[in-house]
């Protein structure tokens, strides 16, 4: 090889060598910017407790789609109005109002009625009702309405179905 061919080569290693260096670098630099603070977040919850997830702000319009809500009857006085969905039933060890879960009480979660509200449950096929107090925020499934506790599933006849249509009316 004569010594203009070896220069030769040599400059284009080097131009080869310079052009693929800016390559990686400019990879380098885009995969840094591609991970945001946001992006940080959820891969920080990802692998947290139940609790963590609980804590996380969520859609209740998505999760409650026929809620219940108040209508003047004829007489002025506002009275609520009856919601249908699915119903399951859970068990957990702490509530979002703050009391221990007991799954020998008759209670329920649900996305939006404020804690204390009493609600009739009643199951559309068999037409059995249970009245449970709401003390947890719930469901986190799409298109149920409302959690119940194992008892007041239990009386419901639905711990074998594991879910069930049913129609909400509060009663207090």
């Not at 609520?80 to 979660?109: I, M, P, R, W």
């Amino acid at each position: 090889m004569s010594r203009i061919a070896r220069a030769e080569a040599a400059r284009i290693s080097f131009a080869t060598s310079c052009r693929l260096l800016l390559a990686i670098g400019g990879a380098a630099s885009l995969a840094a910017c591609a991970q945001s603070p946001v992006s940080r977040q959820k891969a920080d919850l990802a692998g947290t407790s139940r609790q963590a997830a609980v804590e996380r702000p969520h859609r209740v319009a998505a999760l409650h789609p026929r809620p219940i809500m108040r209508s003047r009857g004829s007489d002025g006085d506002a009275k609520q109005t009856a919601s249908h969905g699915v119903a399951s039933f859970y068990s957990d060890t702490e509530t979002a109002s703050g009391e221990k879960f007991d799954k020998n009480e008759l209670t329920a979660a649900h996305p939006s009625l404020p804690f204390g509200t009493k609600l009739r449950v009643t199951d559309t096929s068999s037409g059995r009702f249970v009245t449970v107090r709401v003390n947890d925020r719930g469901p986190y499934v799409r298109g149920r309405v409302v959690d119940i506790s194992p008892s007041a599933a239990e009386a419901l006849g639905m711990v074998d179905k594991g879910i069930t249509n049913v129609r909400l009316d509060v009663v207090q």
